[in-house]
């Protein structure tokens, strides 16, 4: 079974889904991919080298170039790691964007965003056209931290690119750069220009490359808790499992699969300290952390599905209303709600932490029966999750595997990078790497 998000939403909401959530991780990073993206589209929009949807997949590239940073920097050495410390954010963003985004064919692009020109000029392995694209989002970069950080003017922006071309930037790149003209701060440019907006909005995404974009919201959440992202992933296999055992029909067990997917996304706000603490929280810590909820409906602005959005924000809720955020009771609370719940507090209870191992499946069938007789959980999906929790967990863990084995991956790949010497010894690795299946990513 794929998750499949089938329900309709437009490109303007899926970027604004994008940036309201990488926002609670730092807004410069997103507001700096937003100048970016504009840029690169200003650069391109009148060339005619790419299709329509291809500058709408650059563009989108453009706007996630810096995504490693989230893992990989301190976000307040902006300057220093677009100027210094290339490879670090370069490469793990080119990484991500490989094995958890729709725009895997882009992700030289973002490998390429910090190599000089006269290396990448004479390196026949690479593509020209992912070098033309690394030097657009290097030089559009460039023109955003000069103008944008260091308050630049255009002329003294376009001075300095001009200065280093032939050796950090492309000559060919550089005369592109120098046909554009700002006016303004990039910032007011870029909403004044209603142009820009409606290209980005004017070319429908696929219903598979939207799943695509919301399954790349849960990988981004490993930048703050790796635990989250796994406990994710069992929840939504735990809701598949659970949907079948009730002879759910596919479109229902969809609209539960999507919820499950998209149920912790507001834990990207929570201080990592409190999302990986070691022990029982604090009343004042649980507070916090009850917060993700809230944060998940603003991350959602009103763009997803009701059924879905429902399903997503009321898995913490009990039938007695002594649940949270908004205290609901059984009369409130559909069949779809109340199983994503349940695979929620089973997902929980079977997940290992750094501080203690998974419960024995006996113990989480009498935690599950004792939940029930207190009537804060479903009586009848707790019935069937226990007499078939053994191969729930079971299926669970095999679907799950994949998942895990791509994450030690890419963080071995990412580790044995940086201990090579020299940039072309670290290009080549980074050309030698297999492209995972994607089938492998998700049940």
Not at 30 to 39: A, C, D, M, N
Not at 116 to 127: A, G
Not at 270 to 298: C, F, W
């Given at each position: ?39 690169v ?15 709408r ?49 882009l ?16 390196e ?32 003294e922006?376009?001075?300095f ?37 409606d ?40 809701s598949?499992?659970?949907g ?26 929570v ?75 089973i ?20 935690l ?76």
């Amino acid at each position: 079974m794929q998750v499949q998000y089938t329900k309709a939403i437009n490109n303007e909401s899926i970027l604004d889904i994008i940036r309201r959530f990488c926002n609670y991780i730092d807004p410069r990073l997103t507001e700096h991919g937003s100048h970016v993206s504009y840029i690169v589209f200003r650069m391109l929009k009148d060339s005619g080298k790419f299709s329509k949807e291809e500058l709408r997949n650059i563009c989108f590239v453009a706007q996630l170039h810096d995504v490693g940073a989230y893992k990989t920097e301190e976000i307040s050495r902006m300057i220093q790691f677009e100027t210094k410390d290339v490879w670090d954010h370069s490469f793990y963003g080119y990484l991500f964007i490989r094995y958890f985004s729709p725009l895997k064919d882009l992700a030289y692009a973002v490998l390429l965003h910090h190599i000089n020109w006269d290396f990448l000029e004479n390196e026949s392995s690479l593509d020209p056209v992912m070098k033309d694209l690394g030097q657009l989002i290097h030089i559009a970069d460039r023109i955003d931290v000069l103008m944008s950080l260091q308050k630049c003017t255009w002329e003294e922006t376009l001075s300095f690119l001009k200065k280093d071309q032939g050796t950090v930037y492309a000559p060919h790149i550089v005369e592109q750069a120098g046909k554009l003209s700002f006016k303004n701060s990039i910032e007011e440019e870029c909403k004044m220009d209603s142009q820009f907006n409606d290209f980005l909005t004017g070319i429908p995404l696929s219903g598979e490359d939207i799943t695509d974009y919301l399954k790349m919201l849960v990988f981004i959440i490993d930048f703050r808790s790796h635990h989250t992202v796994t406990h994710t992933i069992t929840t939504t296999s735990i809701s598949y499992e659970l949907g079948k055992l009730l002879s759910y029909p596919d479109e229902r067990l969809n609209v539960i699969l999507c919820g499950a997917l998209l149920h912790d996304l507001g834990k990207i706000a929570v201080p990592v300290e409190i999302l990986e603490y070691p022990g029982k929280l604090s009343r004042q810590a649980m507070n916090i952390m009850r917060t993700h909820v809230d944060y998940t409906e603003e991350i959602f602005g009103g763009s997803i599905d009701e059924a879905v959005a429902r399903i997503a924000l009321r898995h913490h809720e009990k039938l007695n209303g002594s649940g949270y955020p908004k205290g609901l009771s059984a009369k409130d609370l559909s069949k779809e709600e109340r199983l994503v719940a349940i695979a929620d507090i089973i997902s929980a209870l079977t997940g290992t932490r750094s501080y203690k191992d998974t419960y024995p499946t006996e113990k989480i069938k009498t935690l599950l029966e004792g939940m029930k007789n207190d009537q804060l959980v479903d009586p009848d999906i707790v019935s069937i999750a226990v007499m078939h929790l053994d191969c729930i967990l079971d299926t669970t863990d095999v679907r799950c595997r994949p998942i895990l084995h791509i994450y030690e991956k890419l963080n071995k790949e990412y580790q044995y990078l940086l201990e090579l010497p020299s940039d072309e010894e670290k290009l080549r690795f980074s050309l030698s790497i297999k492209q995972p299946e994607k089938a492998s990513l998700w049940p």
